[in-house]
């Protein structure tokens, strides 16, 4: 089986490249924006063709929450044409996709966790065009599993976790927003779901595409950012404050947690406890120094 795995150099692309040596009867093609550009139909027409593509795994996704509220076109380009690239040509192949979609889909406003098929209503413009590239996934005919996810972090790129173990080591203080709820989840626990529903390789339903998945448990900003100064052993202060008191372009939601039954109940997986990953994570950080 050949997999083309799209934002390689990513969280969860680079998690995925690293469990992917335990899995050696599968050829595994790593692409970043540079190796192979997926607004460029053309490229990826070329690219799954040549290389006789199966699956894909696509974690590319223009992410910059607050950039995004001022450059929609930039967004657009890879969170929706990228998107509808690779569902036609995995379509040309008879092959299957997995998505990777986001919490920001939803506004915030509920008080239980979402499941796949609560109301959508987006915030912001990435929220807005991750909800139409999920529209391109759930319009085609191809066999594809979007899996929405929430507050991603990994001991590579740029993430929350890695931000708040570099400022704790900088700083006596740090204000973190406590009134925004939801769930952190360790990429690798999300690339060992991706590659484990790679490997059923079962027949998708067409009408059951979307899927949640995050750690378990519920927590916020602040308590994560405490967790954090509590895992890497550093001495800095964590101050709660309020959303309005730190401004951002774009509007969060205030409530974002994930129902991950579906996903436990089709692919039986257990999902680890987030304080309990995040630890995982800070050691293998510590480890790596």
Same mark, same amino acid.
């Given at each position: 089986m050949?997999?083309l795995?799209?934002?390689?150099?990513g969280q969860?692309g680079s998690?995925?490249?690293?469990l992917?040596?335990?899995?050696?009867?599968?050829?595994f093609f790593f692409?970043?924006?540079?190796?192979?550009?997926?607004?460029?139909?053309?490229l990826v027409?070329?690219?799954?063709e040549?290389y006789?593509?199966?699956?894909v795994i696509?974690?590319?996704a223009?992410?910059?929450v607050?950039?995004?509220?001022?450059?929609?076109?930039?967004?657009?380009?890879?969170?929706?044409f990228?998107?509808?690239?690779?569902?036609?040509?995995?379509k040309? +192949?008879?092959? /299957?996709l997995i998505h990777i =979609?986001?919490d920001? *889909?939803?506004?915030?406003e509920? #008080?239980?966790p979402?499941?796949e098929?609560?109301?959508?209503?987006?915030?912001g413009?990435y929220?807005?065009?991750?909800?139409?590239?999920?529209?391109?996934?759930?319009s085609s005919?191809?066999?594809?599993?979007i899996?929405?996810t929430?507050w991603?972090?990994s001991?590579y790129?740029?993430?929350?976790?890695?931000?708040?173990?570099?400022?704790?080591e900088?700083?006596e203080?740090?204000n973190?927003?406590y009134d925004?709820i939801?769930?952190?989840?360790?990429?690798r626990d999300?690339?060992?779901?991706?590659l484990h529903?790679?490997?059923?390789?079962?027949k998708?339903? +067409?009408?059951s /595409?979307?899927y949640?998945f =995050?750690?378990?448990? *519920?927590?916020?900003?602040?308590d #994560?950012?405490?967790?954090?100064?509590?895992?890497?052993?550093?001495?800095?202060?964590?101050?709660?404050?309020?959303?309005?008191?730190?401004?951002t372009?774009a509007?969060?939601?205030?409530?974002?947690?994930?129902?991950k039954?579906k996903v436990?109940?089709?692919?039986t997986?257990e999902?680890?406890?987030w304080?309990?990953s995040?630890?995982?994570?800070?050691?293998?950080?510590?480890?790596?120094?």
């Open positions: 050949n997999i795995v799209t934002g390689a150099n969860l998690e995925i490249k690293e992917s040596l335990s899995y050696p009867n599968f050829r692409e970043d924006s540079k190796s192979l550009d997926i607004t460029n139909a053309d027409d070329n690219f799954i040549k006789k593509i199966d699956r696509n974690c590319a223009y992410t910059n607050d950039k995004a509220e001022e450059a929609l076109e930039e967004a657009e380009k890879v969170n929706v990228g998107v509808e690239n690779l569902v036609n040509s995995i040309s +192949r008879g092959g /299957k =979609s986001t920001y *889909v939803f506004n915030g509920s #008080f239980l979402y499941k098929e609560d109301n959508i209503a987006p915030l413009v929220g807005i065009t991750k909800r139409r590239g999920e529209e391109v996934v759930e005919s191809i066999e594809a599993i899996i929405r929430s991603l972090y001991t790129g740029n993430n929350f976790m890695k931000t708040m173990i570099r400022l704790g900088e700083k203080s740090l973190v927003v925004q939801g769930t952190p989840t360790y990429a999300l690339a060992k779901v991706c529903i790679i490997s059923l390789d079962r998708i339903d +067409r009408d /595409k979307i949640h =995050s750690n378990e448990g *519920v927590t916020s900003w602040y #994560f950012a405490k967790a954090i100064m509590e895992f890497g052993n550093l001495p800095c202060a964590i101050n709660p404050i309020e959303s309005k008191e730190y401004k372009l509007k969060r939601p205030h409530y974002s947690v994930l129902n039954q436990k109940n089709d692919f997986i999902v680890p406890y304080r309990d995040l630890k995982e994570c800070i050691l293998n950080i510590k480890q790596v120094k």
